[in-house]
């Protein structure tokens, strides 16, 4: 285990970009929520619906794809960075922490909802398992999230990019304003 | 497909060493606390679009000879935009993870987010059963 830093955006940025550049220049397009729709193709789901209905083995090479993220989830946490708390802004900590997220400023992630615990708290899987049906959802219909909009659409000029990512904006502070404050107080 | 892997491997170990993938980072961007999210995401638009420009103008190829596959979103389907970048969003505030960082905190440890690929995958199933009833 090294220890290192985490890396500061401008480091952050231009790698996303060399991902990007490096699979359109190899005849693919960087876009991860097409995998969901892959994924579901691939385990059978053309049986219900058209949309489904896809050579997913020419696409076979999202899977590849994910497998290497989270192995690189895996060599960050566990070769690199280690159990690392986040410096968030303080009064990001002091807002989280009145919302009931106590850990706030001492964690990589709320282990209310990604510790051991959150298992046997009916809530946090709630909130696991709701949050990710919106992902899959909102994904799907607007046919990109923040790979294939926010960074491939804008950076291509593509304008209606700029709807659904103004759409994530209005999507995310409601629910950051006026949902999760009434939640977290549920899980302790 | 090692190089594939190999890129994956390269954006997943980005998006955990830039704490992309911690629900605080994406909460702090939400309450607009931080420039890390911003920075991220707006220098990844300034040099994606110096690439998209340099590489049309200079008419990059792949290797085997074909344009790239740039992304065409038709305006048409606005609605489906909005509508469905407004749900992704809330799904982003509530697990603090988009598609790529949902596989992401999975590899990095953090058990529970299989839930979270579990609606993911729900999700997707039911836009495509209804797929034909949405605006678009």
Redesign the interface.
């Known amino acids: 285990m090294l220890h290192l830093s985490p890396w500061p955006w401008y480091v952050v940025g231009p790698l996303i970009v060399i991902t990007m550049a490096s699979l359109l220049l190899a005849g693919k397009r960087f876009g991860l929520s097409s995998n969901l729709q892959t994924l579901c193709a691939a385990a059978g789901a053309d049986r219900l619906a058209e949309y489904f209905r896809i050579d997913w083995v020419s696409r076979s090479w999202n899977l590849v794809f994910v497998a290497g993220t989270i192995a690189g989830g895996a060599v960050a946490r566990y070769l690199l960075l280690g159990d690392h708390a986040v410096a968030l802004n303080p009064t990001t900590v002091e807002g989280l922490q009145s919302m009931g997220i106590t850990d706030a400023g001492d964690a990589f992630a709320p282990a209310a909802l990604f510790s051991a615990a959150a298992w046997t708290h009916p809530v946090a899987i709630a909130m696991l398992l709701v949050g990710g049906i919106l992902v899959g959802l909102g994904t799907r219909w607007a046919n990109g999230c923040t790979s294939g909009h926010a960074i491939s659409g804008l950076s291509a000029m593509q304008w209606p990019s700029l709807i659904a990512v103004i759409g994530f904006f209005i999507g995310g502070l409601a629910v950051s304003h006026f949902v999760l404050p009434s939640l977290f107080p549920l899980l302790s | 497909?090692t190089?594939?892997?190999?890129?994956?491997?390269?954006?997943?170990?980005?998006?955990?060493?830039?704490?992309?993938?911690?629900?605080?980072?994406?909460?702090?961007?939400?309450?607009f606390?931080?420039?890390?999210?911003?920075?991220?995401?707006?220098?990844?638009?300034?040099?994606?679009?110096v690439?998209?420009l340099v590489?049309r103008r200079l008419r990059?190829k792949?290797?085997?000879g074909?344009d790239?596959?740039?992304?065409?979103?038709?305006?048409t389907?606005?609605k489906?935009?909005?509508?469905?970048?407004?749900?992704?969003?809330?799904?982003?505030?509530?697990?603090?993870?988009?598609?790529?960082p949902?596989?992401?905190?999975?590899?990095?440890?953090?058990?529970?987010?299989l839930?979270?690929?579990?609606?993911?995958?729900?999700?997707?199933?039911?836009?495509?059963?209804m797929?034909s009833k949405?605006p678009h």
């Open positions: 497909m190089r594939i892997f190999l890129l994956g491997l390269l954006f997943g170990v980005t998006l955990t060493m830039g704490e992309v993938i911690s629900w605080f980072r994406i909460q702090e961007m939400f309450r606390e931080s420039f890390h999210m911003y920075g991220v995401i707006g220098s990844a638009i300034v040099l994606g679009a690439f998209h590489a990059w792949t290797a085997e074909e790239l596959d740039i992304y065409r979103y038709p305006a389907e606005w489906a935009y909005l509508i469905g970048g407004t749900i992704f969003g809330m799904g982003w505030a509530i697990t603090g993870a988009c598609p790529g949902l596989f992401i905190t999975f590899g990095a440890g953090y058990w529970p987010i839930v979270a690929i579990l609606g993911a995958l729900l999700g997707t199933l039911i836009y495509g059963v797929k949405l």
